[in-house]
Each structure stands twice: as structure tokens, then as C-alpha cells.
């Protein structure tokens, strides 16, 4: 009788210890997914305020941006490349740039001239 308790109590054992293991392996993998994609955002986030700043900068040459084939070039030398739609509006004094690089990624910058 003490043989079989003890048989079914390493039984039990086993089959926590396994559901645990493989419910902290599917965890692991999402977990893995979801840094990989934060990743990738916070990285596009990087190039447009990058190109924010470089605009900015370059606020006088701003007719020198041309945009065609999903690339964003600036006096002809590649400035941004994977962005989706490329809108630009001069209102005087003031410059509205509207960029989208993703579904869920997309910007408006005002620049003052």
C-alpha cells in the first residue's frame, strides 16, 4: 500500500512539474515575440526622430525631399527607407510633414521656417 501511494504521488509529481515546465516554455516564447516586436517599433521610432531632427536641422532645403518607391531621399541620397506614405505641406511659415512608416506607426511634424 505504501509502494503504490508513493507511485502515485511521484506520478502526480511528475505531471505538475511537466504542465509547469511547458506552460512556462509557451510564456518564454511570447514573451520572446512580443520583445522582438517591441524591439522593432522602438527602433522605427529611432529613425523617425532621427529624421525629425535632421529636417529640422536642414529646415531651409526642405523642397530638396523627394519621396518614390517607398524611400524618403533628401538632395537625392537615400534619407529613409520602408515608409508607406510621404506628405508634405508649405503654409507660409510654417512646414507640415506627414509620414507613416507602419500600420502603426505614423507621425505629423510641424517645422517653423
Known sequence: MKNSFSLLELLLTLII????????TIFLKELSLKNRETLNLELLKIELFSTKAFLEKNKDDLSQ??????????KNSLLLKNVIDFNINNN?????????????????WKIKL
Not at 512539474?17 to 512556462?24: A, P
Open 92 to 108: 507660409g511659415d510654417i512646414v507640415t510633414i506627414n509620414i507613416k512608416l507602419s500600420n502603426n506607426l505614423s507621425q505629423e
Open 65 to 74: 525631399i523627394s519621396f518614390n518607391t517607398n524611400s524618403l531621399y533628401f
Open 17 to 24: 512539474s511537466t504542465s509547469i515546465v511547458i506552460y512556462s
